[in-house]
Nanobody, 121 residues
Framework: QVQLVESGGGLVQPGGSLRLSCAVSGTIFSIYAMAWYRQAPGKQRELVATIPSAGGTNYADSVKGRFTVSRDNAKNTVYLQMNSLKPEDMAVYYC???????????????WGQGTQVTVSS
């Protein structure tokens, strides 16, 4: 059983910072790409940032220069450092990972339960 557990969300004022974490646990053979998505009320879920297993990162234009995604493969954890937060960043943030649970088993996407980020004065 694979679990992704996010933490670090909360209330922050505009211009503030938050650091989200997502820890993967369970029976894991390999973790490939990891990513952060977000979904604001009434809007579709959107990709925020991705980080492949071998490094390199990609960001949505709306967060470039403000957000940084990183991962610690030894801890099976992905992070999202969010700086200069804006009210439009307010959303539920979801962790996503492409995980292979065993030899001969195709990898598939797993999701966390989400963590709320509220940006308000």
């Amino acid at each position: 059983q694979v679990q992704l557990v996010e933490s670090g969300g909360g209330l922050v004022q505009p211009g503030g910072s938050l650091r989200l974490s997502c820890a993967v646990s369970g029976t894991i053979f390999s973790i490939y790409a990891m990513a952060w998505y977000r979904q604001a009320p009434g809007k579709q879920r959107e990709l925020v940032a991705t980080i492949p297993s071998a490094g390199g990162t990609n960001y949505a234009d709306s967060v470039k220069g403000r957000f940084t995604v990183s991962r610690d493969n030894a801890k099976n954890t992905v992070y999202l450092q969010m700086n200069s937060l804006k009210p439009e960043d307010m959303a539920v943030y979801y962790c996503n990972a492409d995980i292979k649970v065993g030899l001969g088993v195709p990898s598939r996407a797993y999701w966390g339960q989400g963590t709320q980020v509220t940006v308000s004065s």
